[in-house]
């Protein structure tokens, strides 16, 4: 495993410097386009960077994978719901890419309230030779125009423009923490704590609501959806997860309303783990279809699960991320931080799975091999085409040279997003204000 998915790092592009890093610039989402040549970022000051691969140089071939800036725009504004008294925070919770149509580039980008599609694209030329305008755009008086000019595009410096095509406001109560676009590419939707809805790119004063889960009386409120998606090839089926650590499969042919499920995936509790923590660290924070669209994964506080869609009695393998954490988790939830919420994430083939810990470390797990390692994101190995070395945590007794203590692991530095190249082995992970890129190392 050490071998197979030993990196090399190629590029840290760090946004802001971390001495000057303020709440704002802590990194939200972080979700790589259909190609692989952007990755976007969002972070909690509600702006977007999108990043672009450099293309590769005869003279430079080791430079192939290396991402800068492409573009970067403000996309969510703080706001106020005046009749609730609540501030709607800026900061992104998710980003997702549309596939390429033409030259432009296709976004939505979501805060607590509201989704917007943004189009991304660039301009090198410029019109000039306007009649009724002058050189700086000034309009000109008809009376002095004795000759009429035809315009011409002259050739400037590239601009990349952000500019938003469409606002889908105003339908949820709850905070939205998901959004998919659907394989038909004419609908995505948008999952709060109560509610998914789905919604036509088109038409953006109406969506339909197709999971309702919110009890007539809110006092009898036991669970909340906590992650949703559709499946990358049917665009009639979706799945959601909850915080009792259940996934529901739906299929929208069967009614309208998918408020009855098609398939339910739970894994029977170990009565002997049975724990004032148990319901809270079942809860799912994350779920995802696999690239075939047979398989399921849903990341819970202490383990990554993988689910065949035609095995709902129990998952078909279950890796354990940061277990030596069972012991401390009195003190993580009095640090609050037994309830973050760790993405996971699919290689291109399905055959590794990539989720974050605690101390900046992230974990890689390789389904054929049965194989695992830690590794680490930090500026202390920063440097380009630098080696990651595998780290190791000691729970108790001798620790090693090469260990660390889990004593000593660092809760403030938590890996929550990640991202996987859809066809290479380049992955993108979000410590803080960091955004770190690695790549396959290079013989």
Not at 15 to 42: P, Q
Not at 306 to 316: A, F, Q, T
Request: aromatic share 10%.
């Amino acid at each position: 495993m050490e071998e197979d998915i030993d990196t090399r790092k190629i590029n840290n592009s760090f946004l802001r410097d971390h001495s000057y890093a303020t709440e704002a610039d802590i990194i939200s989402t972080v979700e790589f386009n259909h190609t692989g040549e952007l990755l976007a970022t969002g972070d909690k000051g509600g702006r977007v960077v999108i990043f672009q691969r450099e293309q590769e140089s005869k003279n430079q071939v080791h430079r192939r994978g290396e991402y800068n800036v492409y573009s970067t725009f403000q996309s969510h504004e703080p706001e106020f719901d005046y009749l609730k008294s609540l501030e709607i925070e800026e900061k992104i919770n998710k980003i997702r890419w549309l596939p390429q149509q033409n030259a432009a580039y296709f976004l939505l980008s979501t805060n607590d309230k509201t989704v917007k599609l943004w189009k991304v694209s660039e301009r090198d030329k410029r019109p000039e030779g306007y009649n009724l305008k002058d050189e700086e755009g000034r309009l000109r008086d008809p009376a002095t125009i004795t000759t009429l000019r035809v315009p011409v595009l002259r050739p400037m410096d590239l601009m990349v423009e952000a500019t938003p095509r469409r606002v889908f406001a105003n339908a949820h109560t709850y905070h939205i923490n998901s959004i998919s676009v659907n394989s038909d590419y004419e609908t995505y939707m948008s999952a709060d704590d109560l509610r998914i809805n789905l919604w036509n790119f088109e038409i953006t004063n109406q969506s339909f609501n197709i999971v309702d889960i919110k009890p007539a009386n809110m006092e009898e409120l036991t669970e909340v959806i906590t992650a949703a998606e559709f499946h990358p090839h049917h665009c009639n089926t979706f799945v959601y997860s909850s915080s009792k650590g259940t996934i529901r499969l739906c299929d929208m042919r069967a009614s309208a309303l998918c408020d009855r499920h098609t398939k339910f995936f739970e894994e029977p509790e170990d009565p002997s783990n049975r724990s004032f923590f148990s319901e809270i660290i079942s809860s799912i924070s994350d779920v995802k279809f696999s690239h075939s669209g047979r398989y399921i994964m849903t990341r819970d506080y202490l383990t990554v699960k993988v689910w065949d869609l035609n095995m709902e009695n129990r998952p078909m393998e279950t890796y354990q991320v940061h277990d030596y954490l069972r012991s401390k988790l009195c003190s993580l939830y009095e640090n609050d931080c037994i309830f973050d919420k760790f993405e996971c994430v699919w290689n291109g083939s399905d055959s590794v799975i990539m989720t974050g810990s605690y101390n900046n470390f992230f974990r890689m797990f390789d389904r054929n091999t049965k194989r695992d390692v830690t590794l680490e994101a930090s500026r202390e190995n920063s440097k380009p085409r630098a080696i990651l070395k595998p780290r190791k945590v000691c729970v108790g007794g001798k620790r090693r040279k090469d260990e660390i203590s889990v004593d000593s692991l660092d809760f403030s530095k938590k890996i929550l997003h990640t991202a996987w190249h859809p066809s290479e082995n380049i992955i993108a992970v979000a410590a803080t204000n960091n955004l770190y890129i690695f790549q396959d190392k290079v013989n």
